[in-house]
């Protein structure tokens, strides 16, 4: 969701890594000059699909962390679909994190395979944390006819 009100930050032992999380899903994350990013085919809190079961050639992640409280060298990603096995995803941090910086991450799921509509959710966990720090929640829907 562009405005994060679908991000949670569970509560108890765990880190708190920066000040503001935003976390977007999109079909593309470019590269531009003057290091900019373009987002493509950005959803909101609802992935509206013409047909369920579906496949998309990619599904991209884009976690946004600024104001960064705590540095971190892993991130633990779970992607949790609607009636599917979880798709882990773990990528190294950025080498030159530092707190109070910002840094975005991109993460790209190739192919993502939607078998059903229903709730779906992003867990985030940094450092090798038992339960997420951050859980961004969505919807699939199949579009009525």
């Known amino acids: ?43 909101g809190c609802k992935i509206i699909l013409d047909h369920i079961p579906a496949i998309f050639p ?7 962390l600024t104001g960064i409280v705590t540095a971190f060298s892993r991130v633990d990603v779970a992607l949790i679909l609607p009636n599917a096995k979880t798709i ?5 941090g950025p080498p030159d994190v530092t707190c109070g910086g910002n840094h975005n991450l991109g993460i790209i799921v190739s192919p993502a395979r939607i078998t059903s509509a229903g709730k779906a959710k992003i867990e985030l966990r940094f450092d090798g944390e038992k339960k997420p720090s951050v859980i961004h929640h969505f919807e699939i829907v199949e579009k009525q006819s």
Request: net charge positive; proline share 2%.
């Open 1 to 43: 969701m562009l405005s994060g009100e679908s991000i949670e930050e569970t509560k108890g032992m765990h880190m708190k890594i920066a000040k503001k999380i935003n976390i977007l899903l999109c079909d593309d994350i470019r590269q531009e000059q003057g290091n900019k990013l373009s987002f493509m085919g950005v959803y």
């Open 58 to 64: 990619k599904l991209c992640i884009c976690v946004m």
């Open 88 to 92: 882990p995803l773990a990528i190294s």
